[in-house]
């Protein structure tokens, strides 16, 4: 090999940042179609007299408001704000689950969406759904053969009696949610997205998920994470962006963010 930079150059060339997502003047809007009732009633003829020139029966929801951001590889970013914020929305549209209105969103491969896109089958059982999960995640299933049970082992759904053999319509929506976890964190993620996977299990699974998600990062990655739990957005990210009404309204450093949240949420 020539001859390479020595490690002083490393310690003087700031750590290059590799960009794995960009949100550029975002804008989501879902279309409700039918969303008025009354159709026969006379204000319901009123309003569509005096609606005349919108688009019959579709409502919009304007979700995220130009939000503008670049998420780095090996970062944990933790989104917070209000019930109906657009937290899930903004997730959903980095996925590519939902087309913008306006702006754009570039990705660095195909971001995983933890809890939304996990193609599980509840008529299944657990074992059949882990091998069904991994192949929707592109695992091979030698791949998956050899992290099974890891996979079940860190679901700890095993640990109260045999139920990886049961359909995953008996589980409880925390056991459901554990394995859906496990499953998504047995596959090292360009990007990792995760809609409060971490407020369902007990604090024992929080902890390995907390423990899973910094490993993650290590490897590369880029982990987001939605919470209303401000514990474990403290515990694993070190960047918050809190939306409000579908706006940004503040991105830095999680201590910052948080400080500035709990006063506006009076906690
Ligand atoms: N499928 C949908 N169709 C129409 N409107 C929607 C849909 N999903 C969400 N919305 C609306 O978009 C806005 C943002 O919702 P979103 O679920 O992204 O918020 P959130 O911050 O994740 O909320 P929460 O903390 O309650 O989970 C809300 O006004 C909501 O009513």
Request: hydrophobic content about 35%; glycine content about 10%; overall charge neutral.
């Amino acid at each position: 090999m020539a001859d390479q930079p020595q490690e002083q150059d490393a310690a003087e060339v700031p750590e290059q940042r590799i960009p794995t997502v960009i949100a550029d003047e975002l804008h989501i809007v879902y279309r409700v179609n039918g969303a008025k009732t009354g159709k026969g009633s006379a204000t319901a003829a009123l309003s569509r007299i005096l609606r005349r020139g919108e688009q019959r029966g579709v409502r919009t929801v304007h979700a995220v408001k130009g939000v503008s951001f670049v998420a780095y590889r090996g970062e944990a970013i933790g989104l917070i704000g209000s019930n109906g914020s657009g937290k899930s929305t903004l997730l959903r549209a980095i996925a590519g689950l939902l087309p913008a209105e306006k702006g754009r969103v570039y990705t660095d491969g195909q971001p995983s969406l933890l809890g939304v896109n996990a193609a599980l089958m509840n008529d299944l059982t657990g074992e059949r759904n882990v091998i069904l999960g991994g192949l929707a995640m592109g695992m091979s299933r030698e791949q998956i053969k050899a992290r099974y049970q890891e996979i079940v082992d860190f679901s700890g759904i095993n640990e109260k009696g045999d139920f990886i053999t049961l359909p995953m319509r008996t589980y409880s929506s925390g056991m459901a949610a554990r394995l859906r976890f496990s499953i998504a964190a047995a596959k090292d993620h360009d990007v990792l997205m995760i809609d409060e996977a971490l407020a369902t299990g007990d604090r024992r699974f929080q902890q390995r998920s907390e423990e899973r998600i910094r490993e993650l990062r290590e490897e590369a990655g880029t982990v987001f994470l939605v919470s209303h739990n401000n514990t474990s957005i403290r515990d694993t990210c070190d960047r918050v962006l809190w939306l409000e009404r579908g706006e940004l309204r503040m991105d830095g450093p999680t201590e910052e963010v948080l400080k500035e949240y709990e006063k506006f949420t009076g906690k």
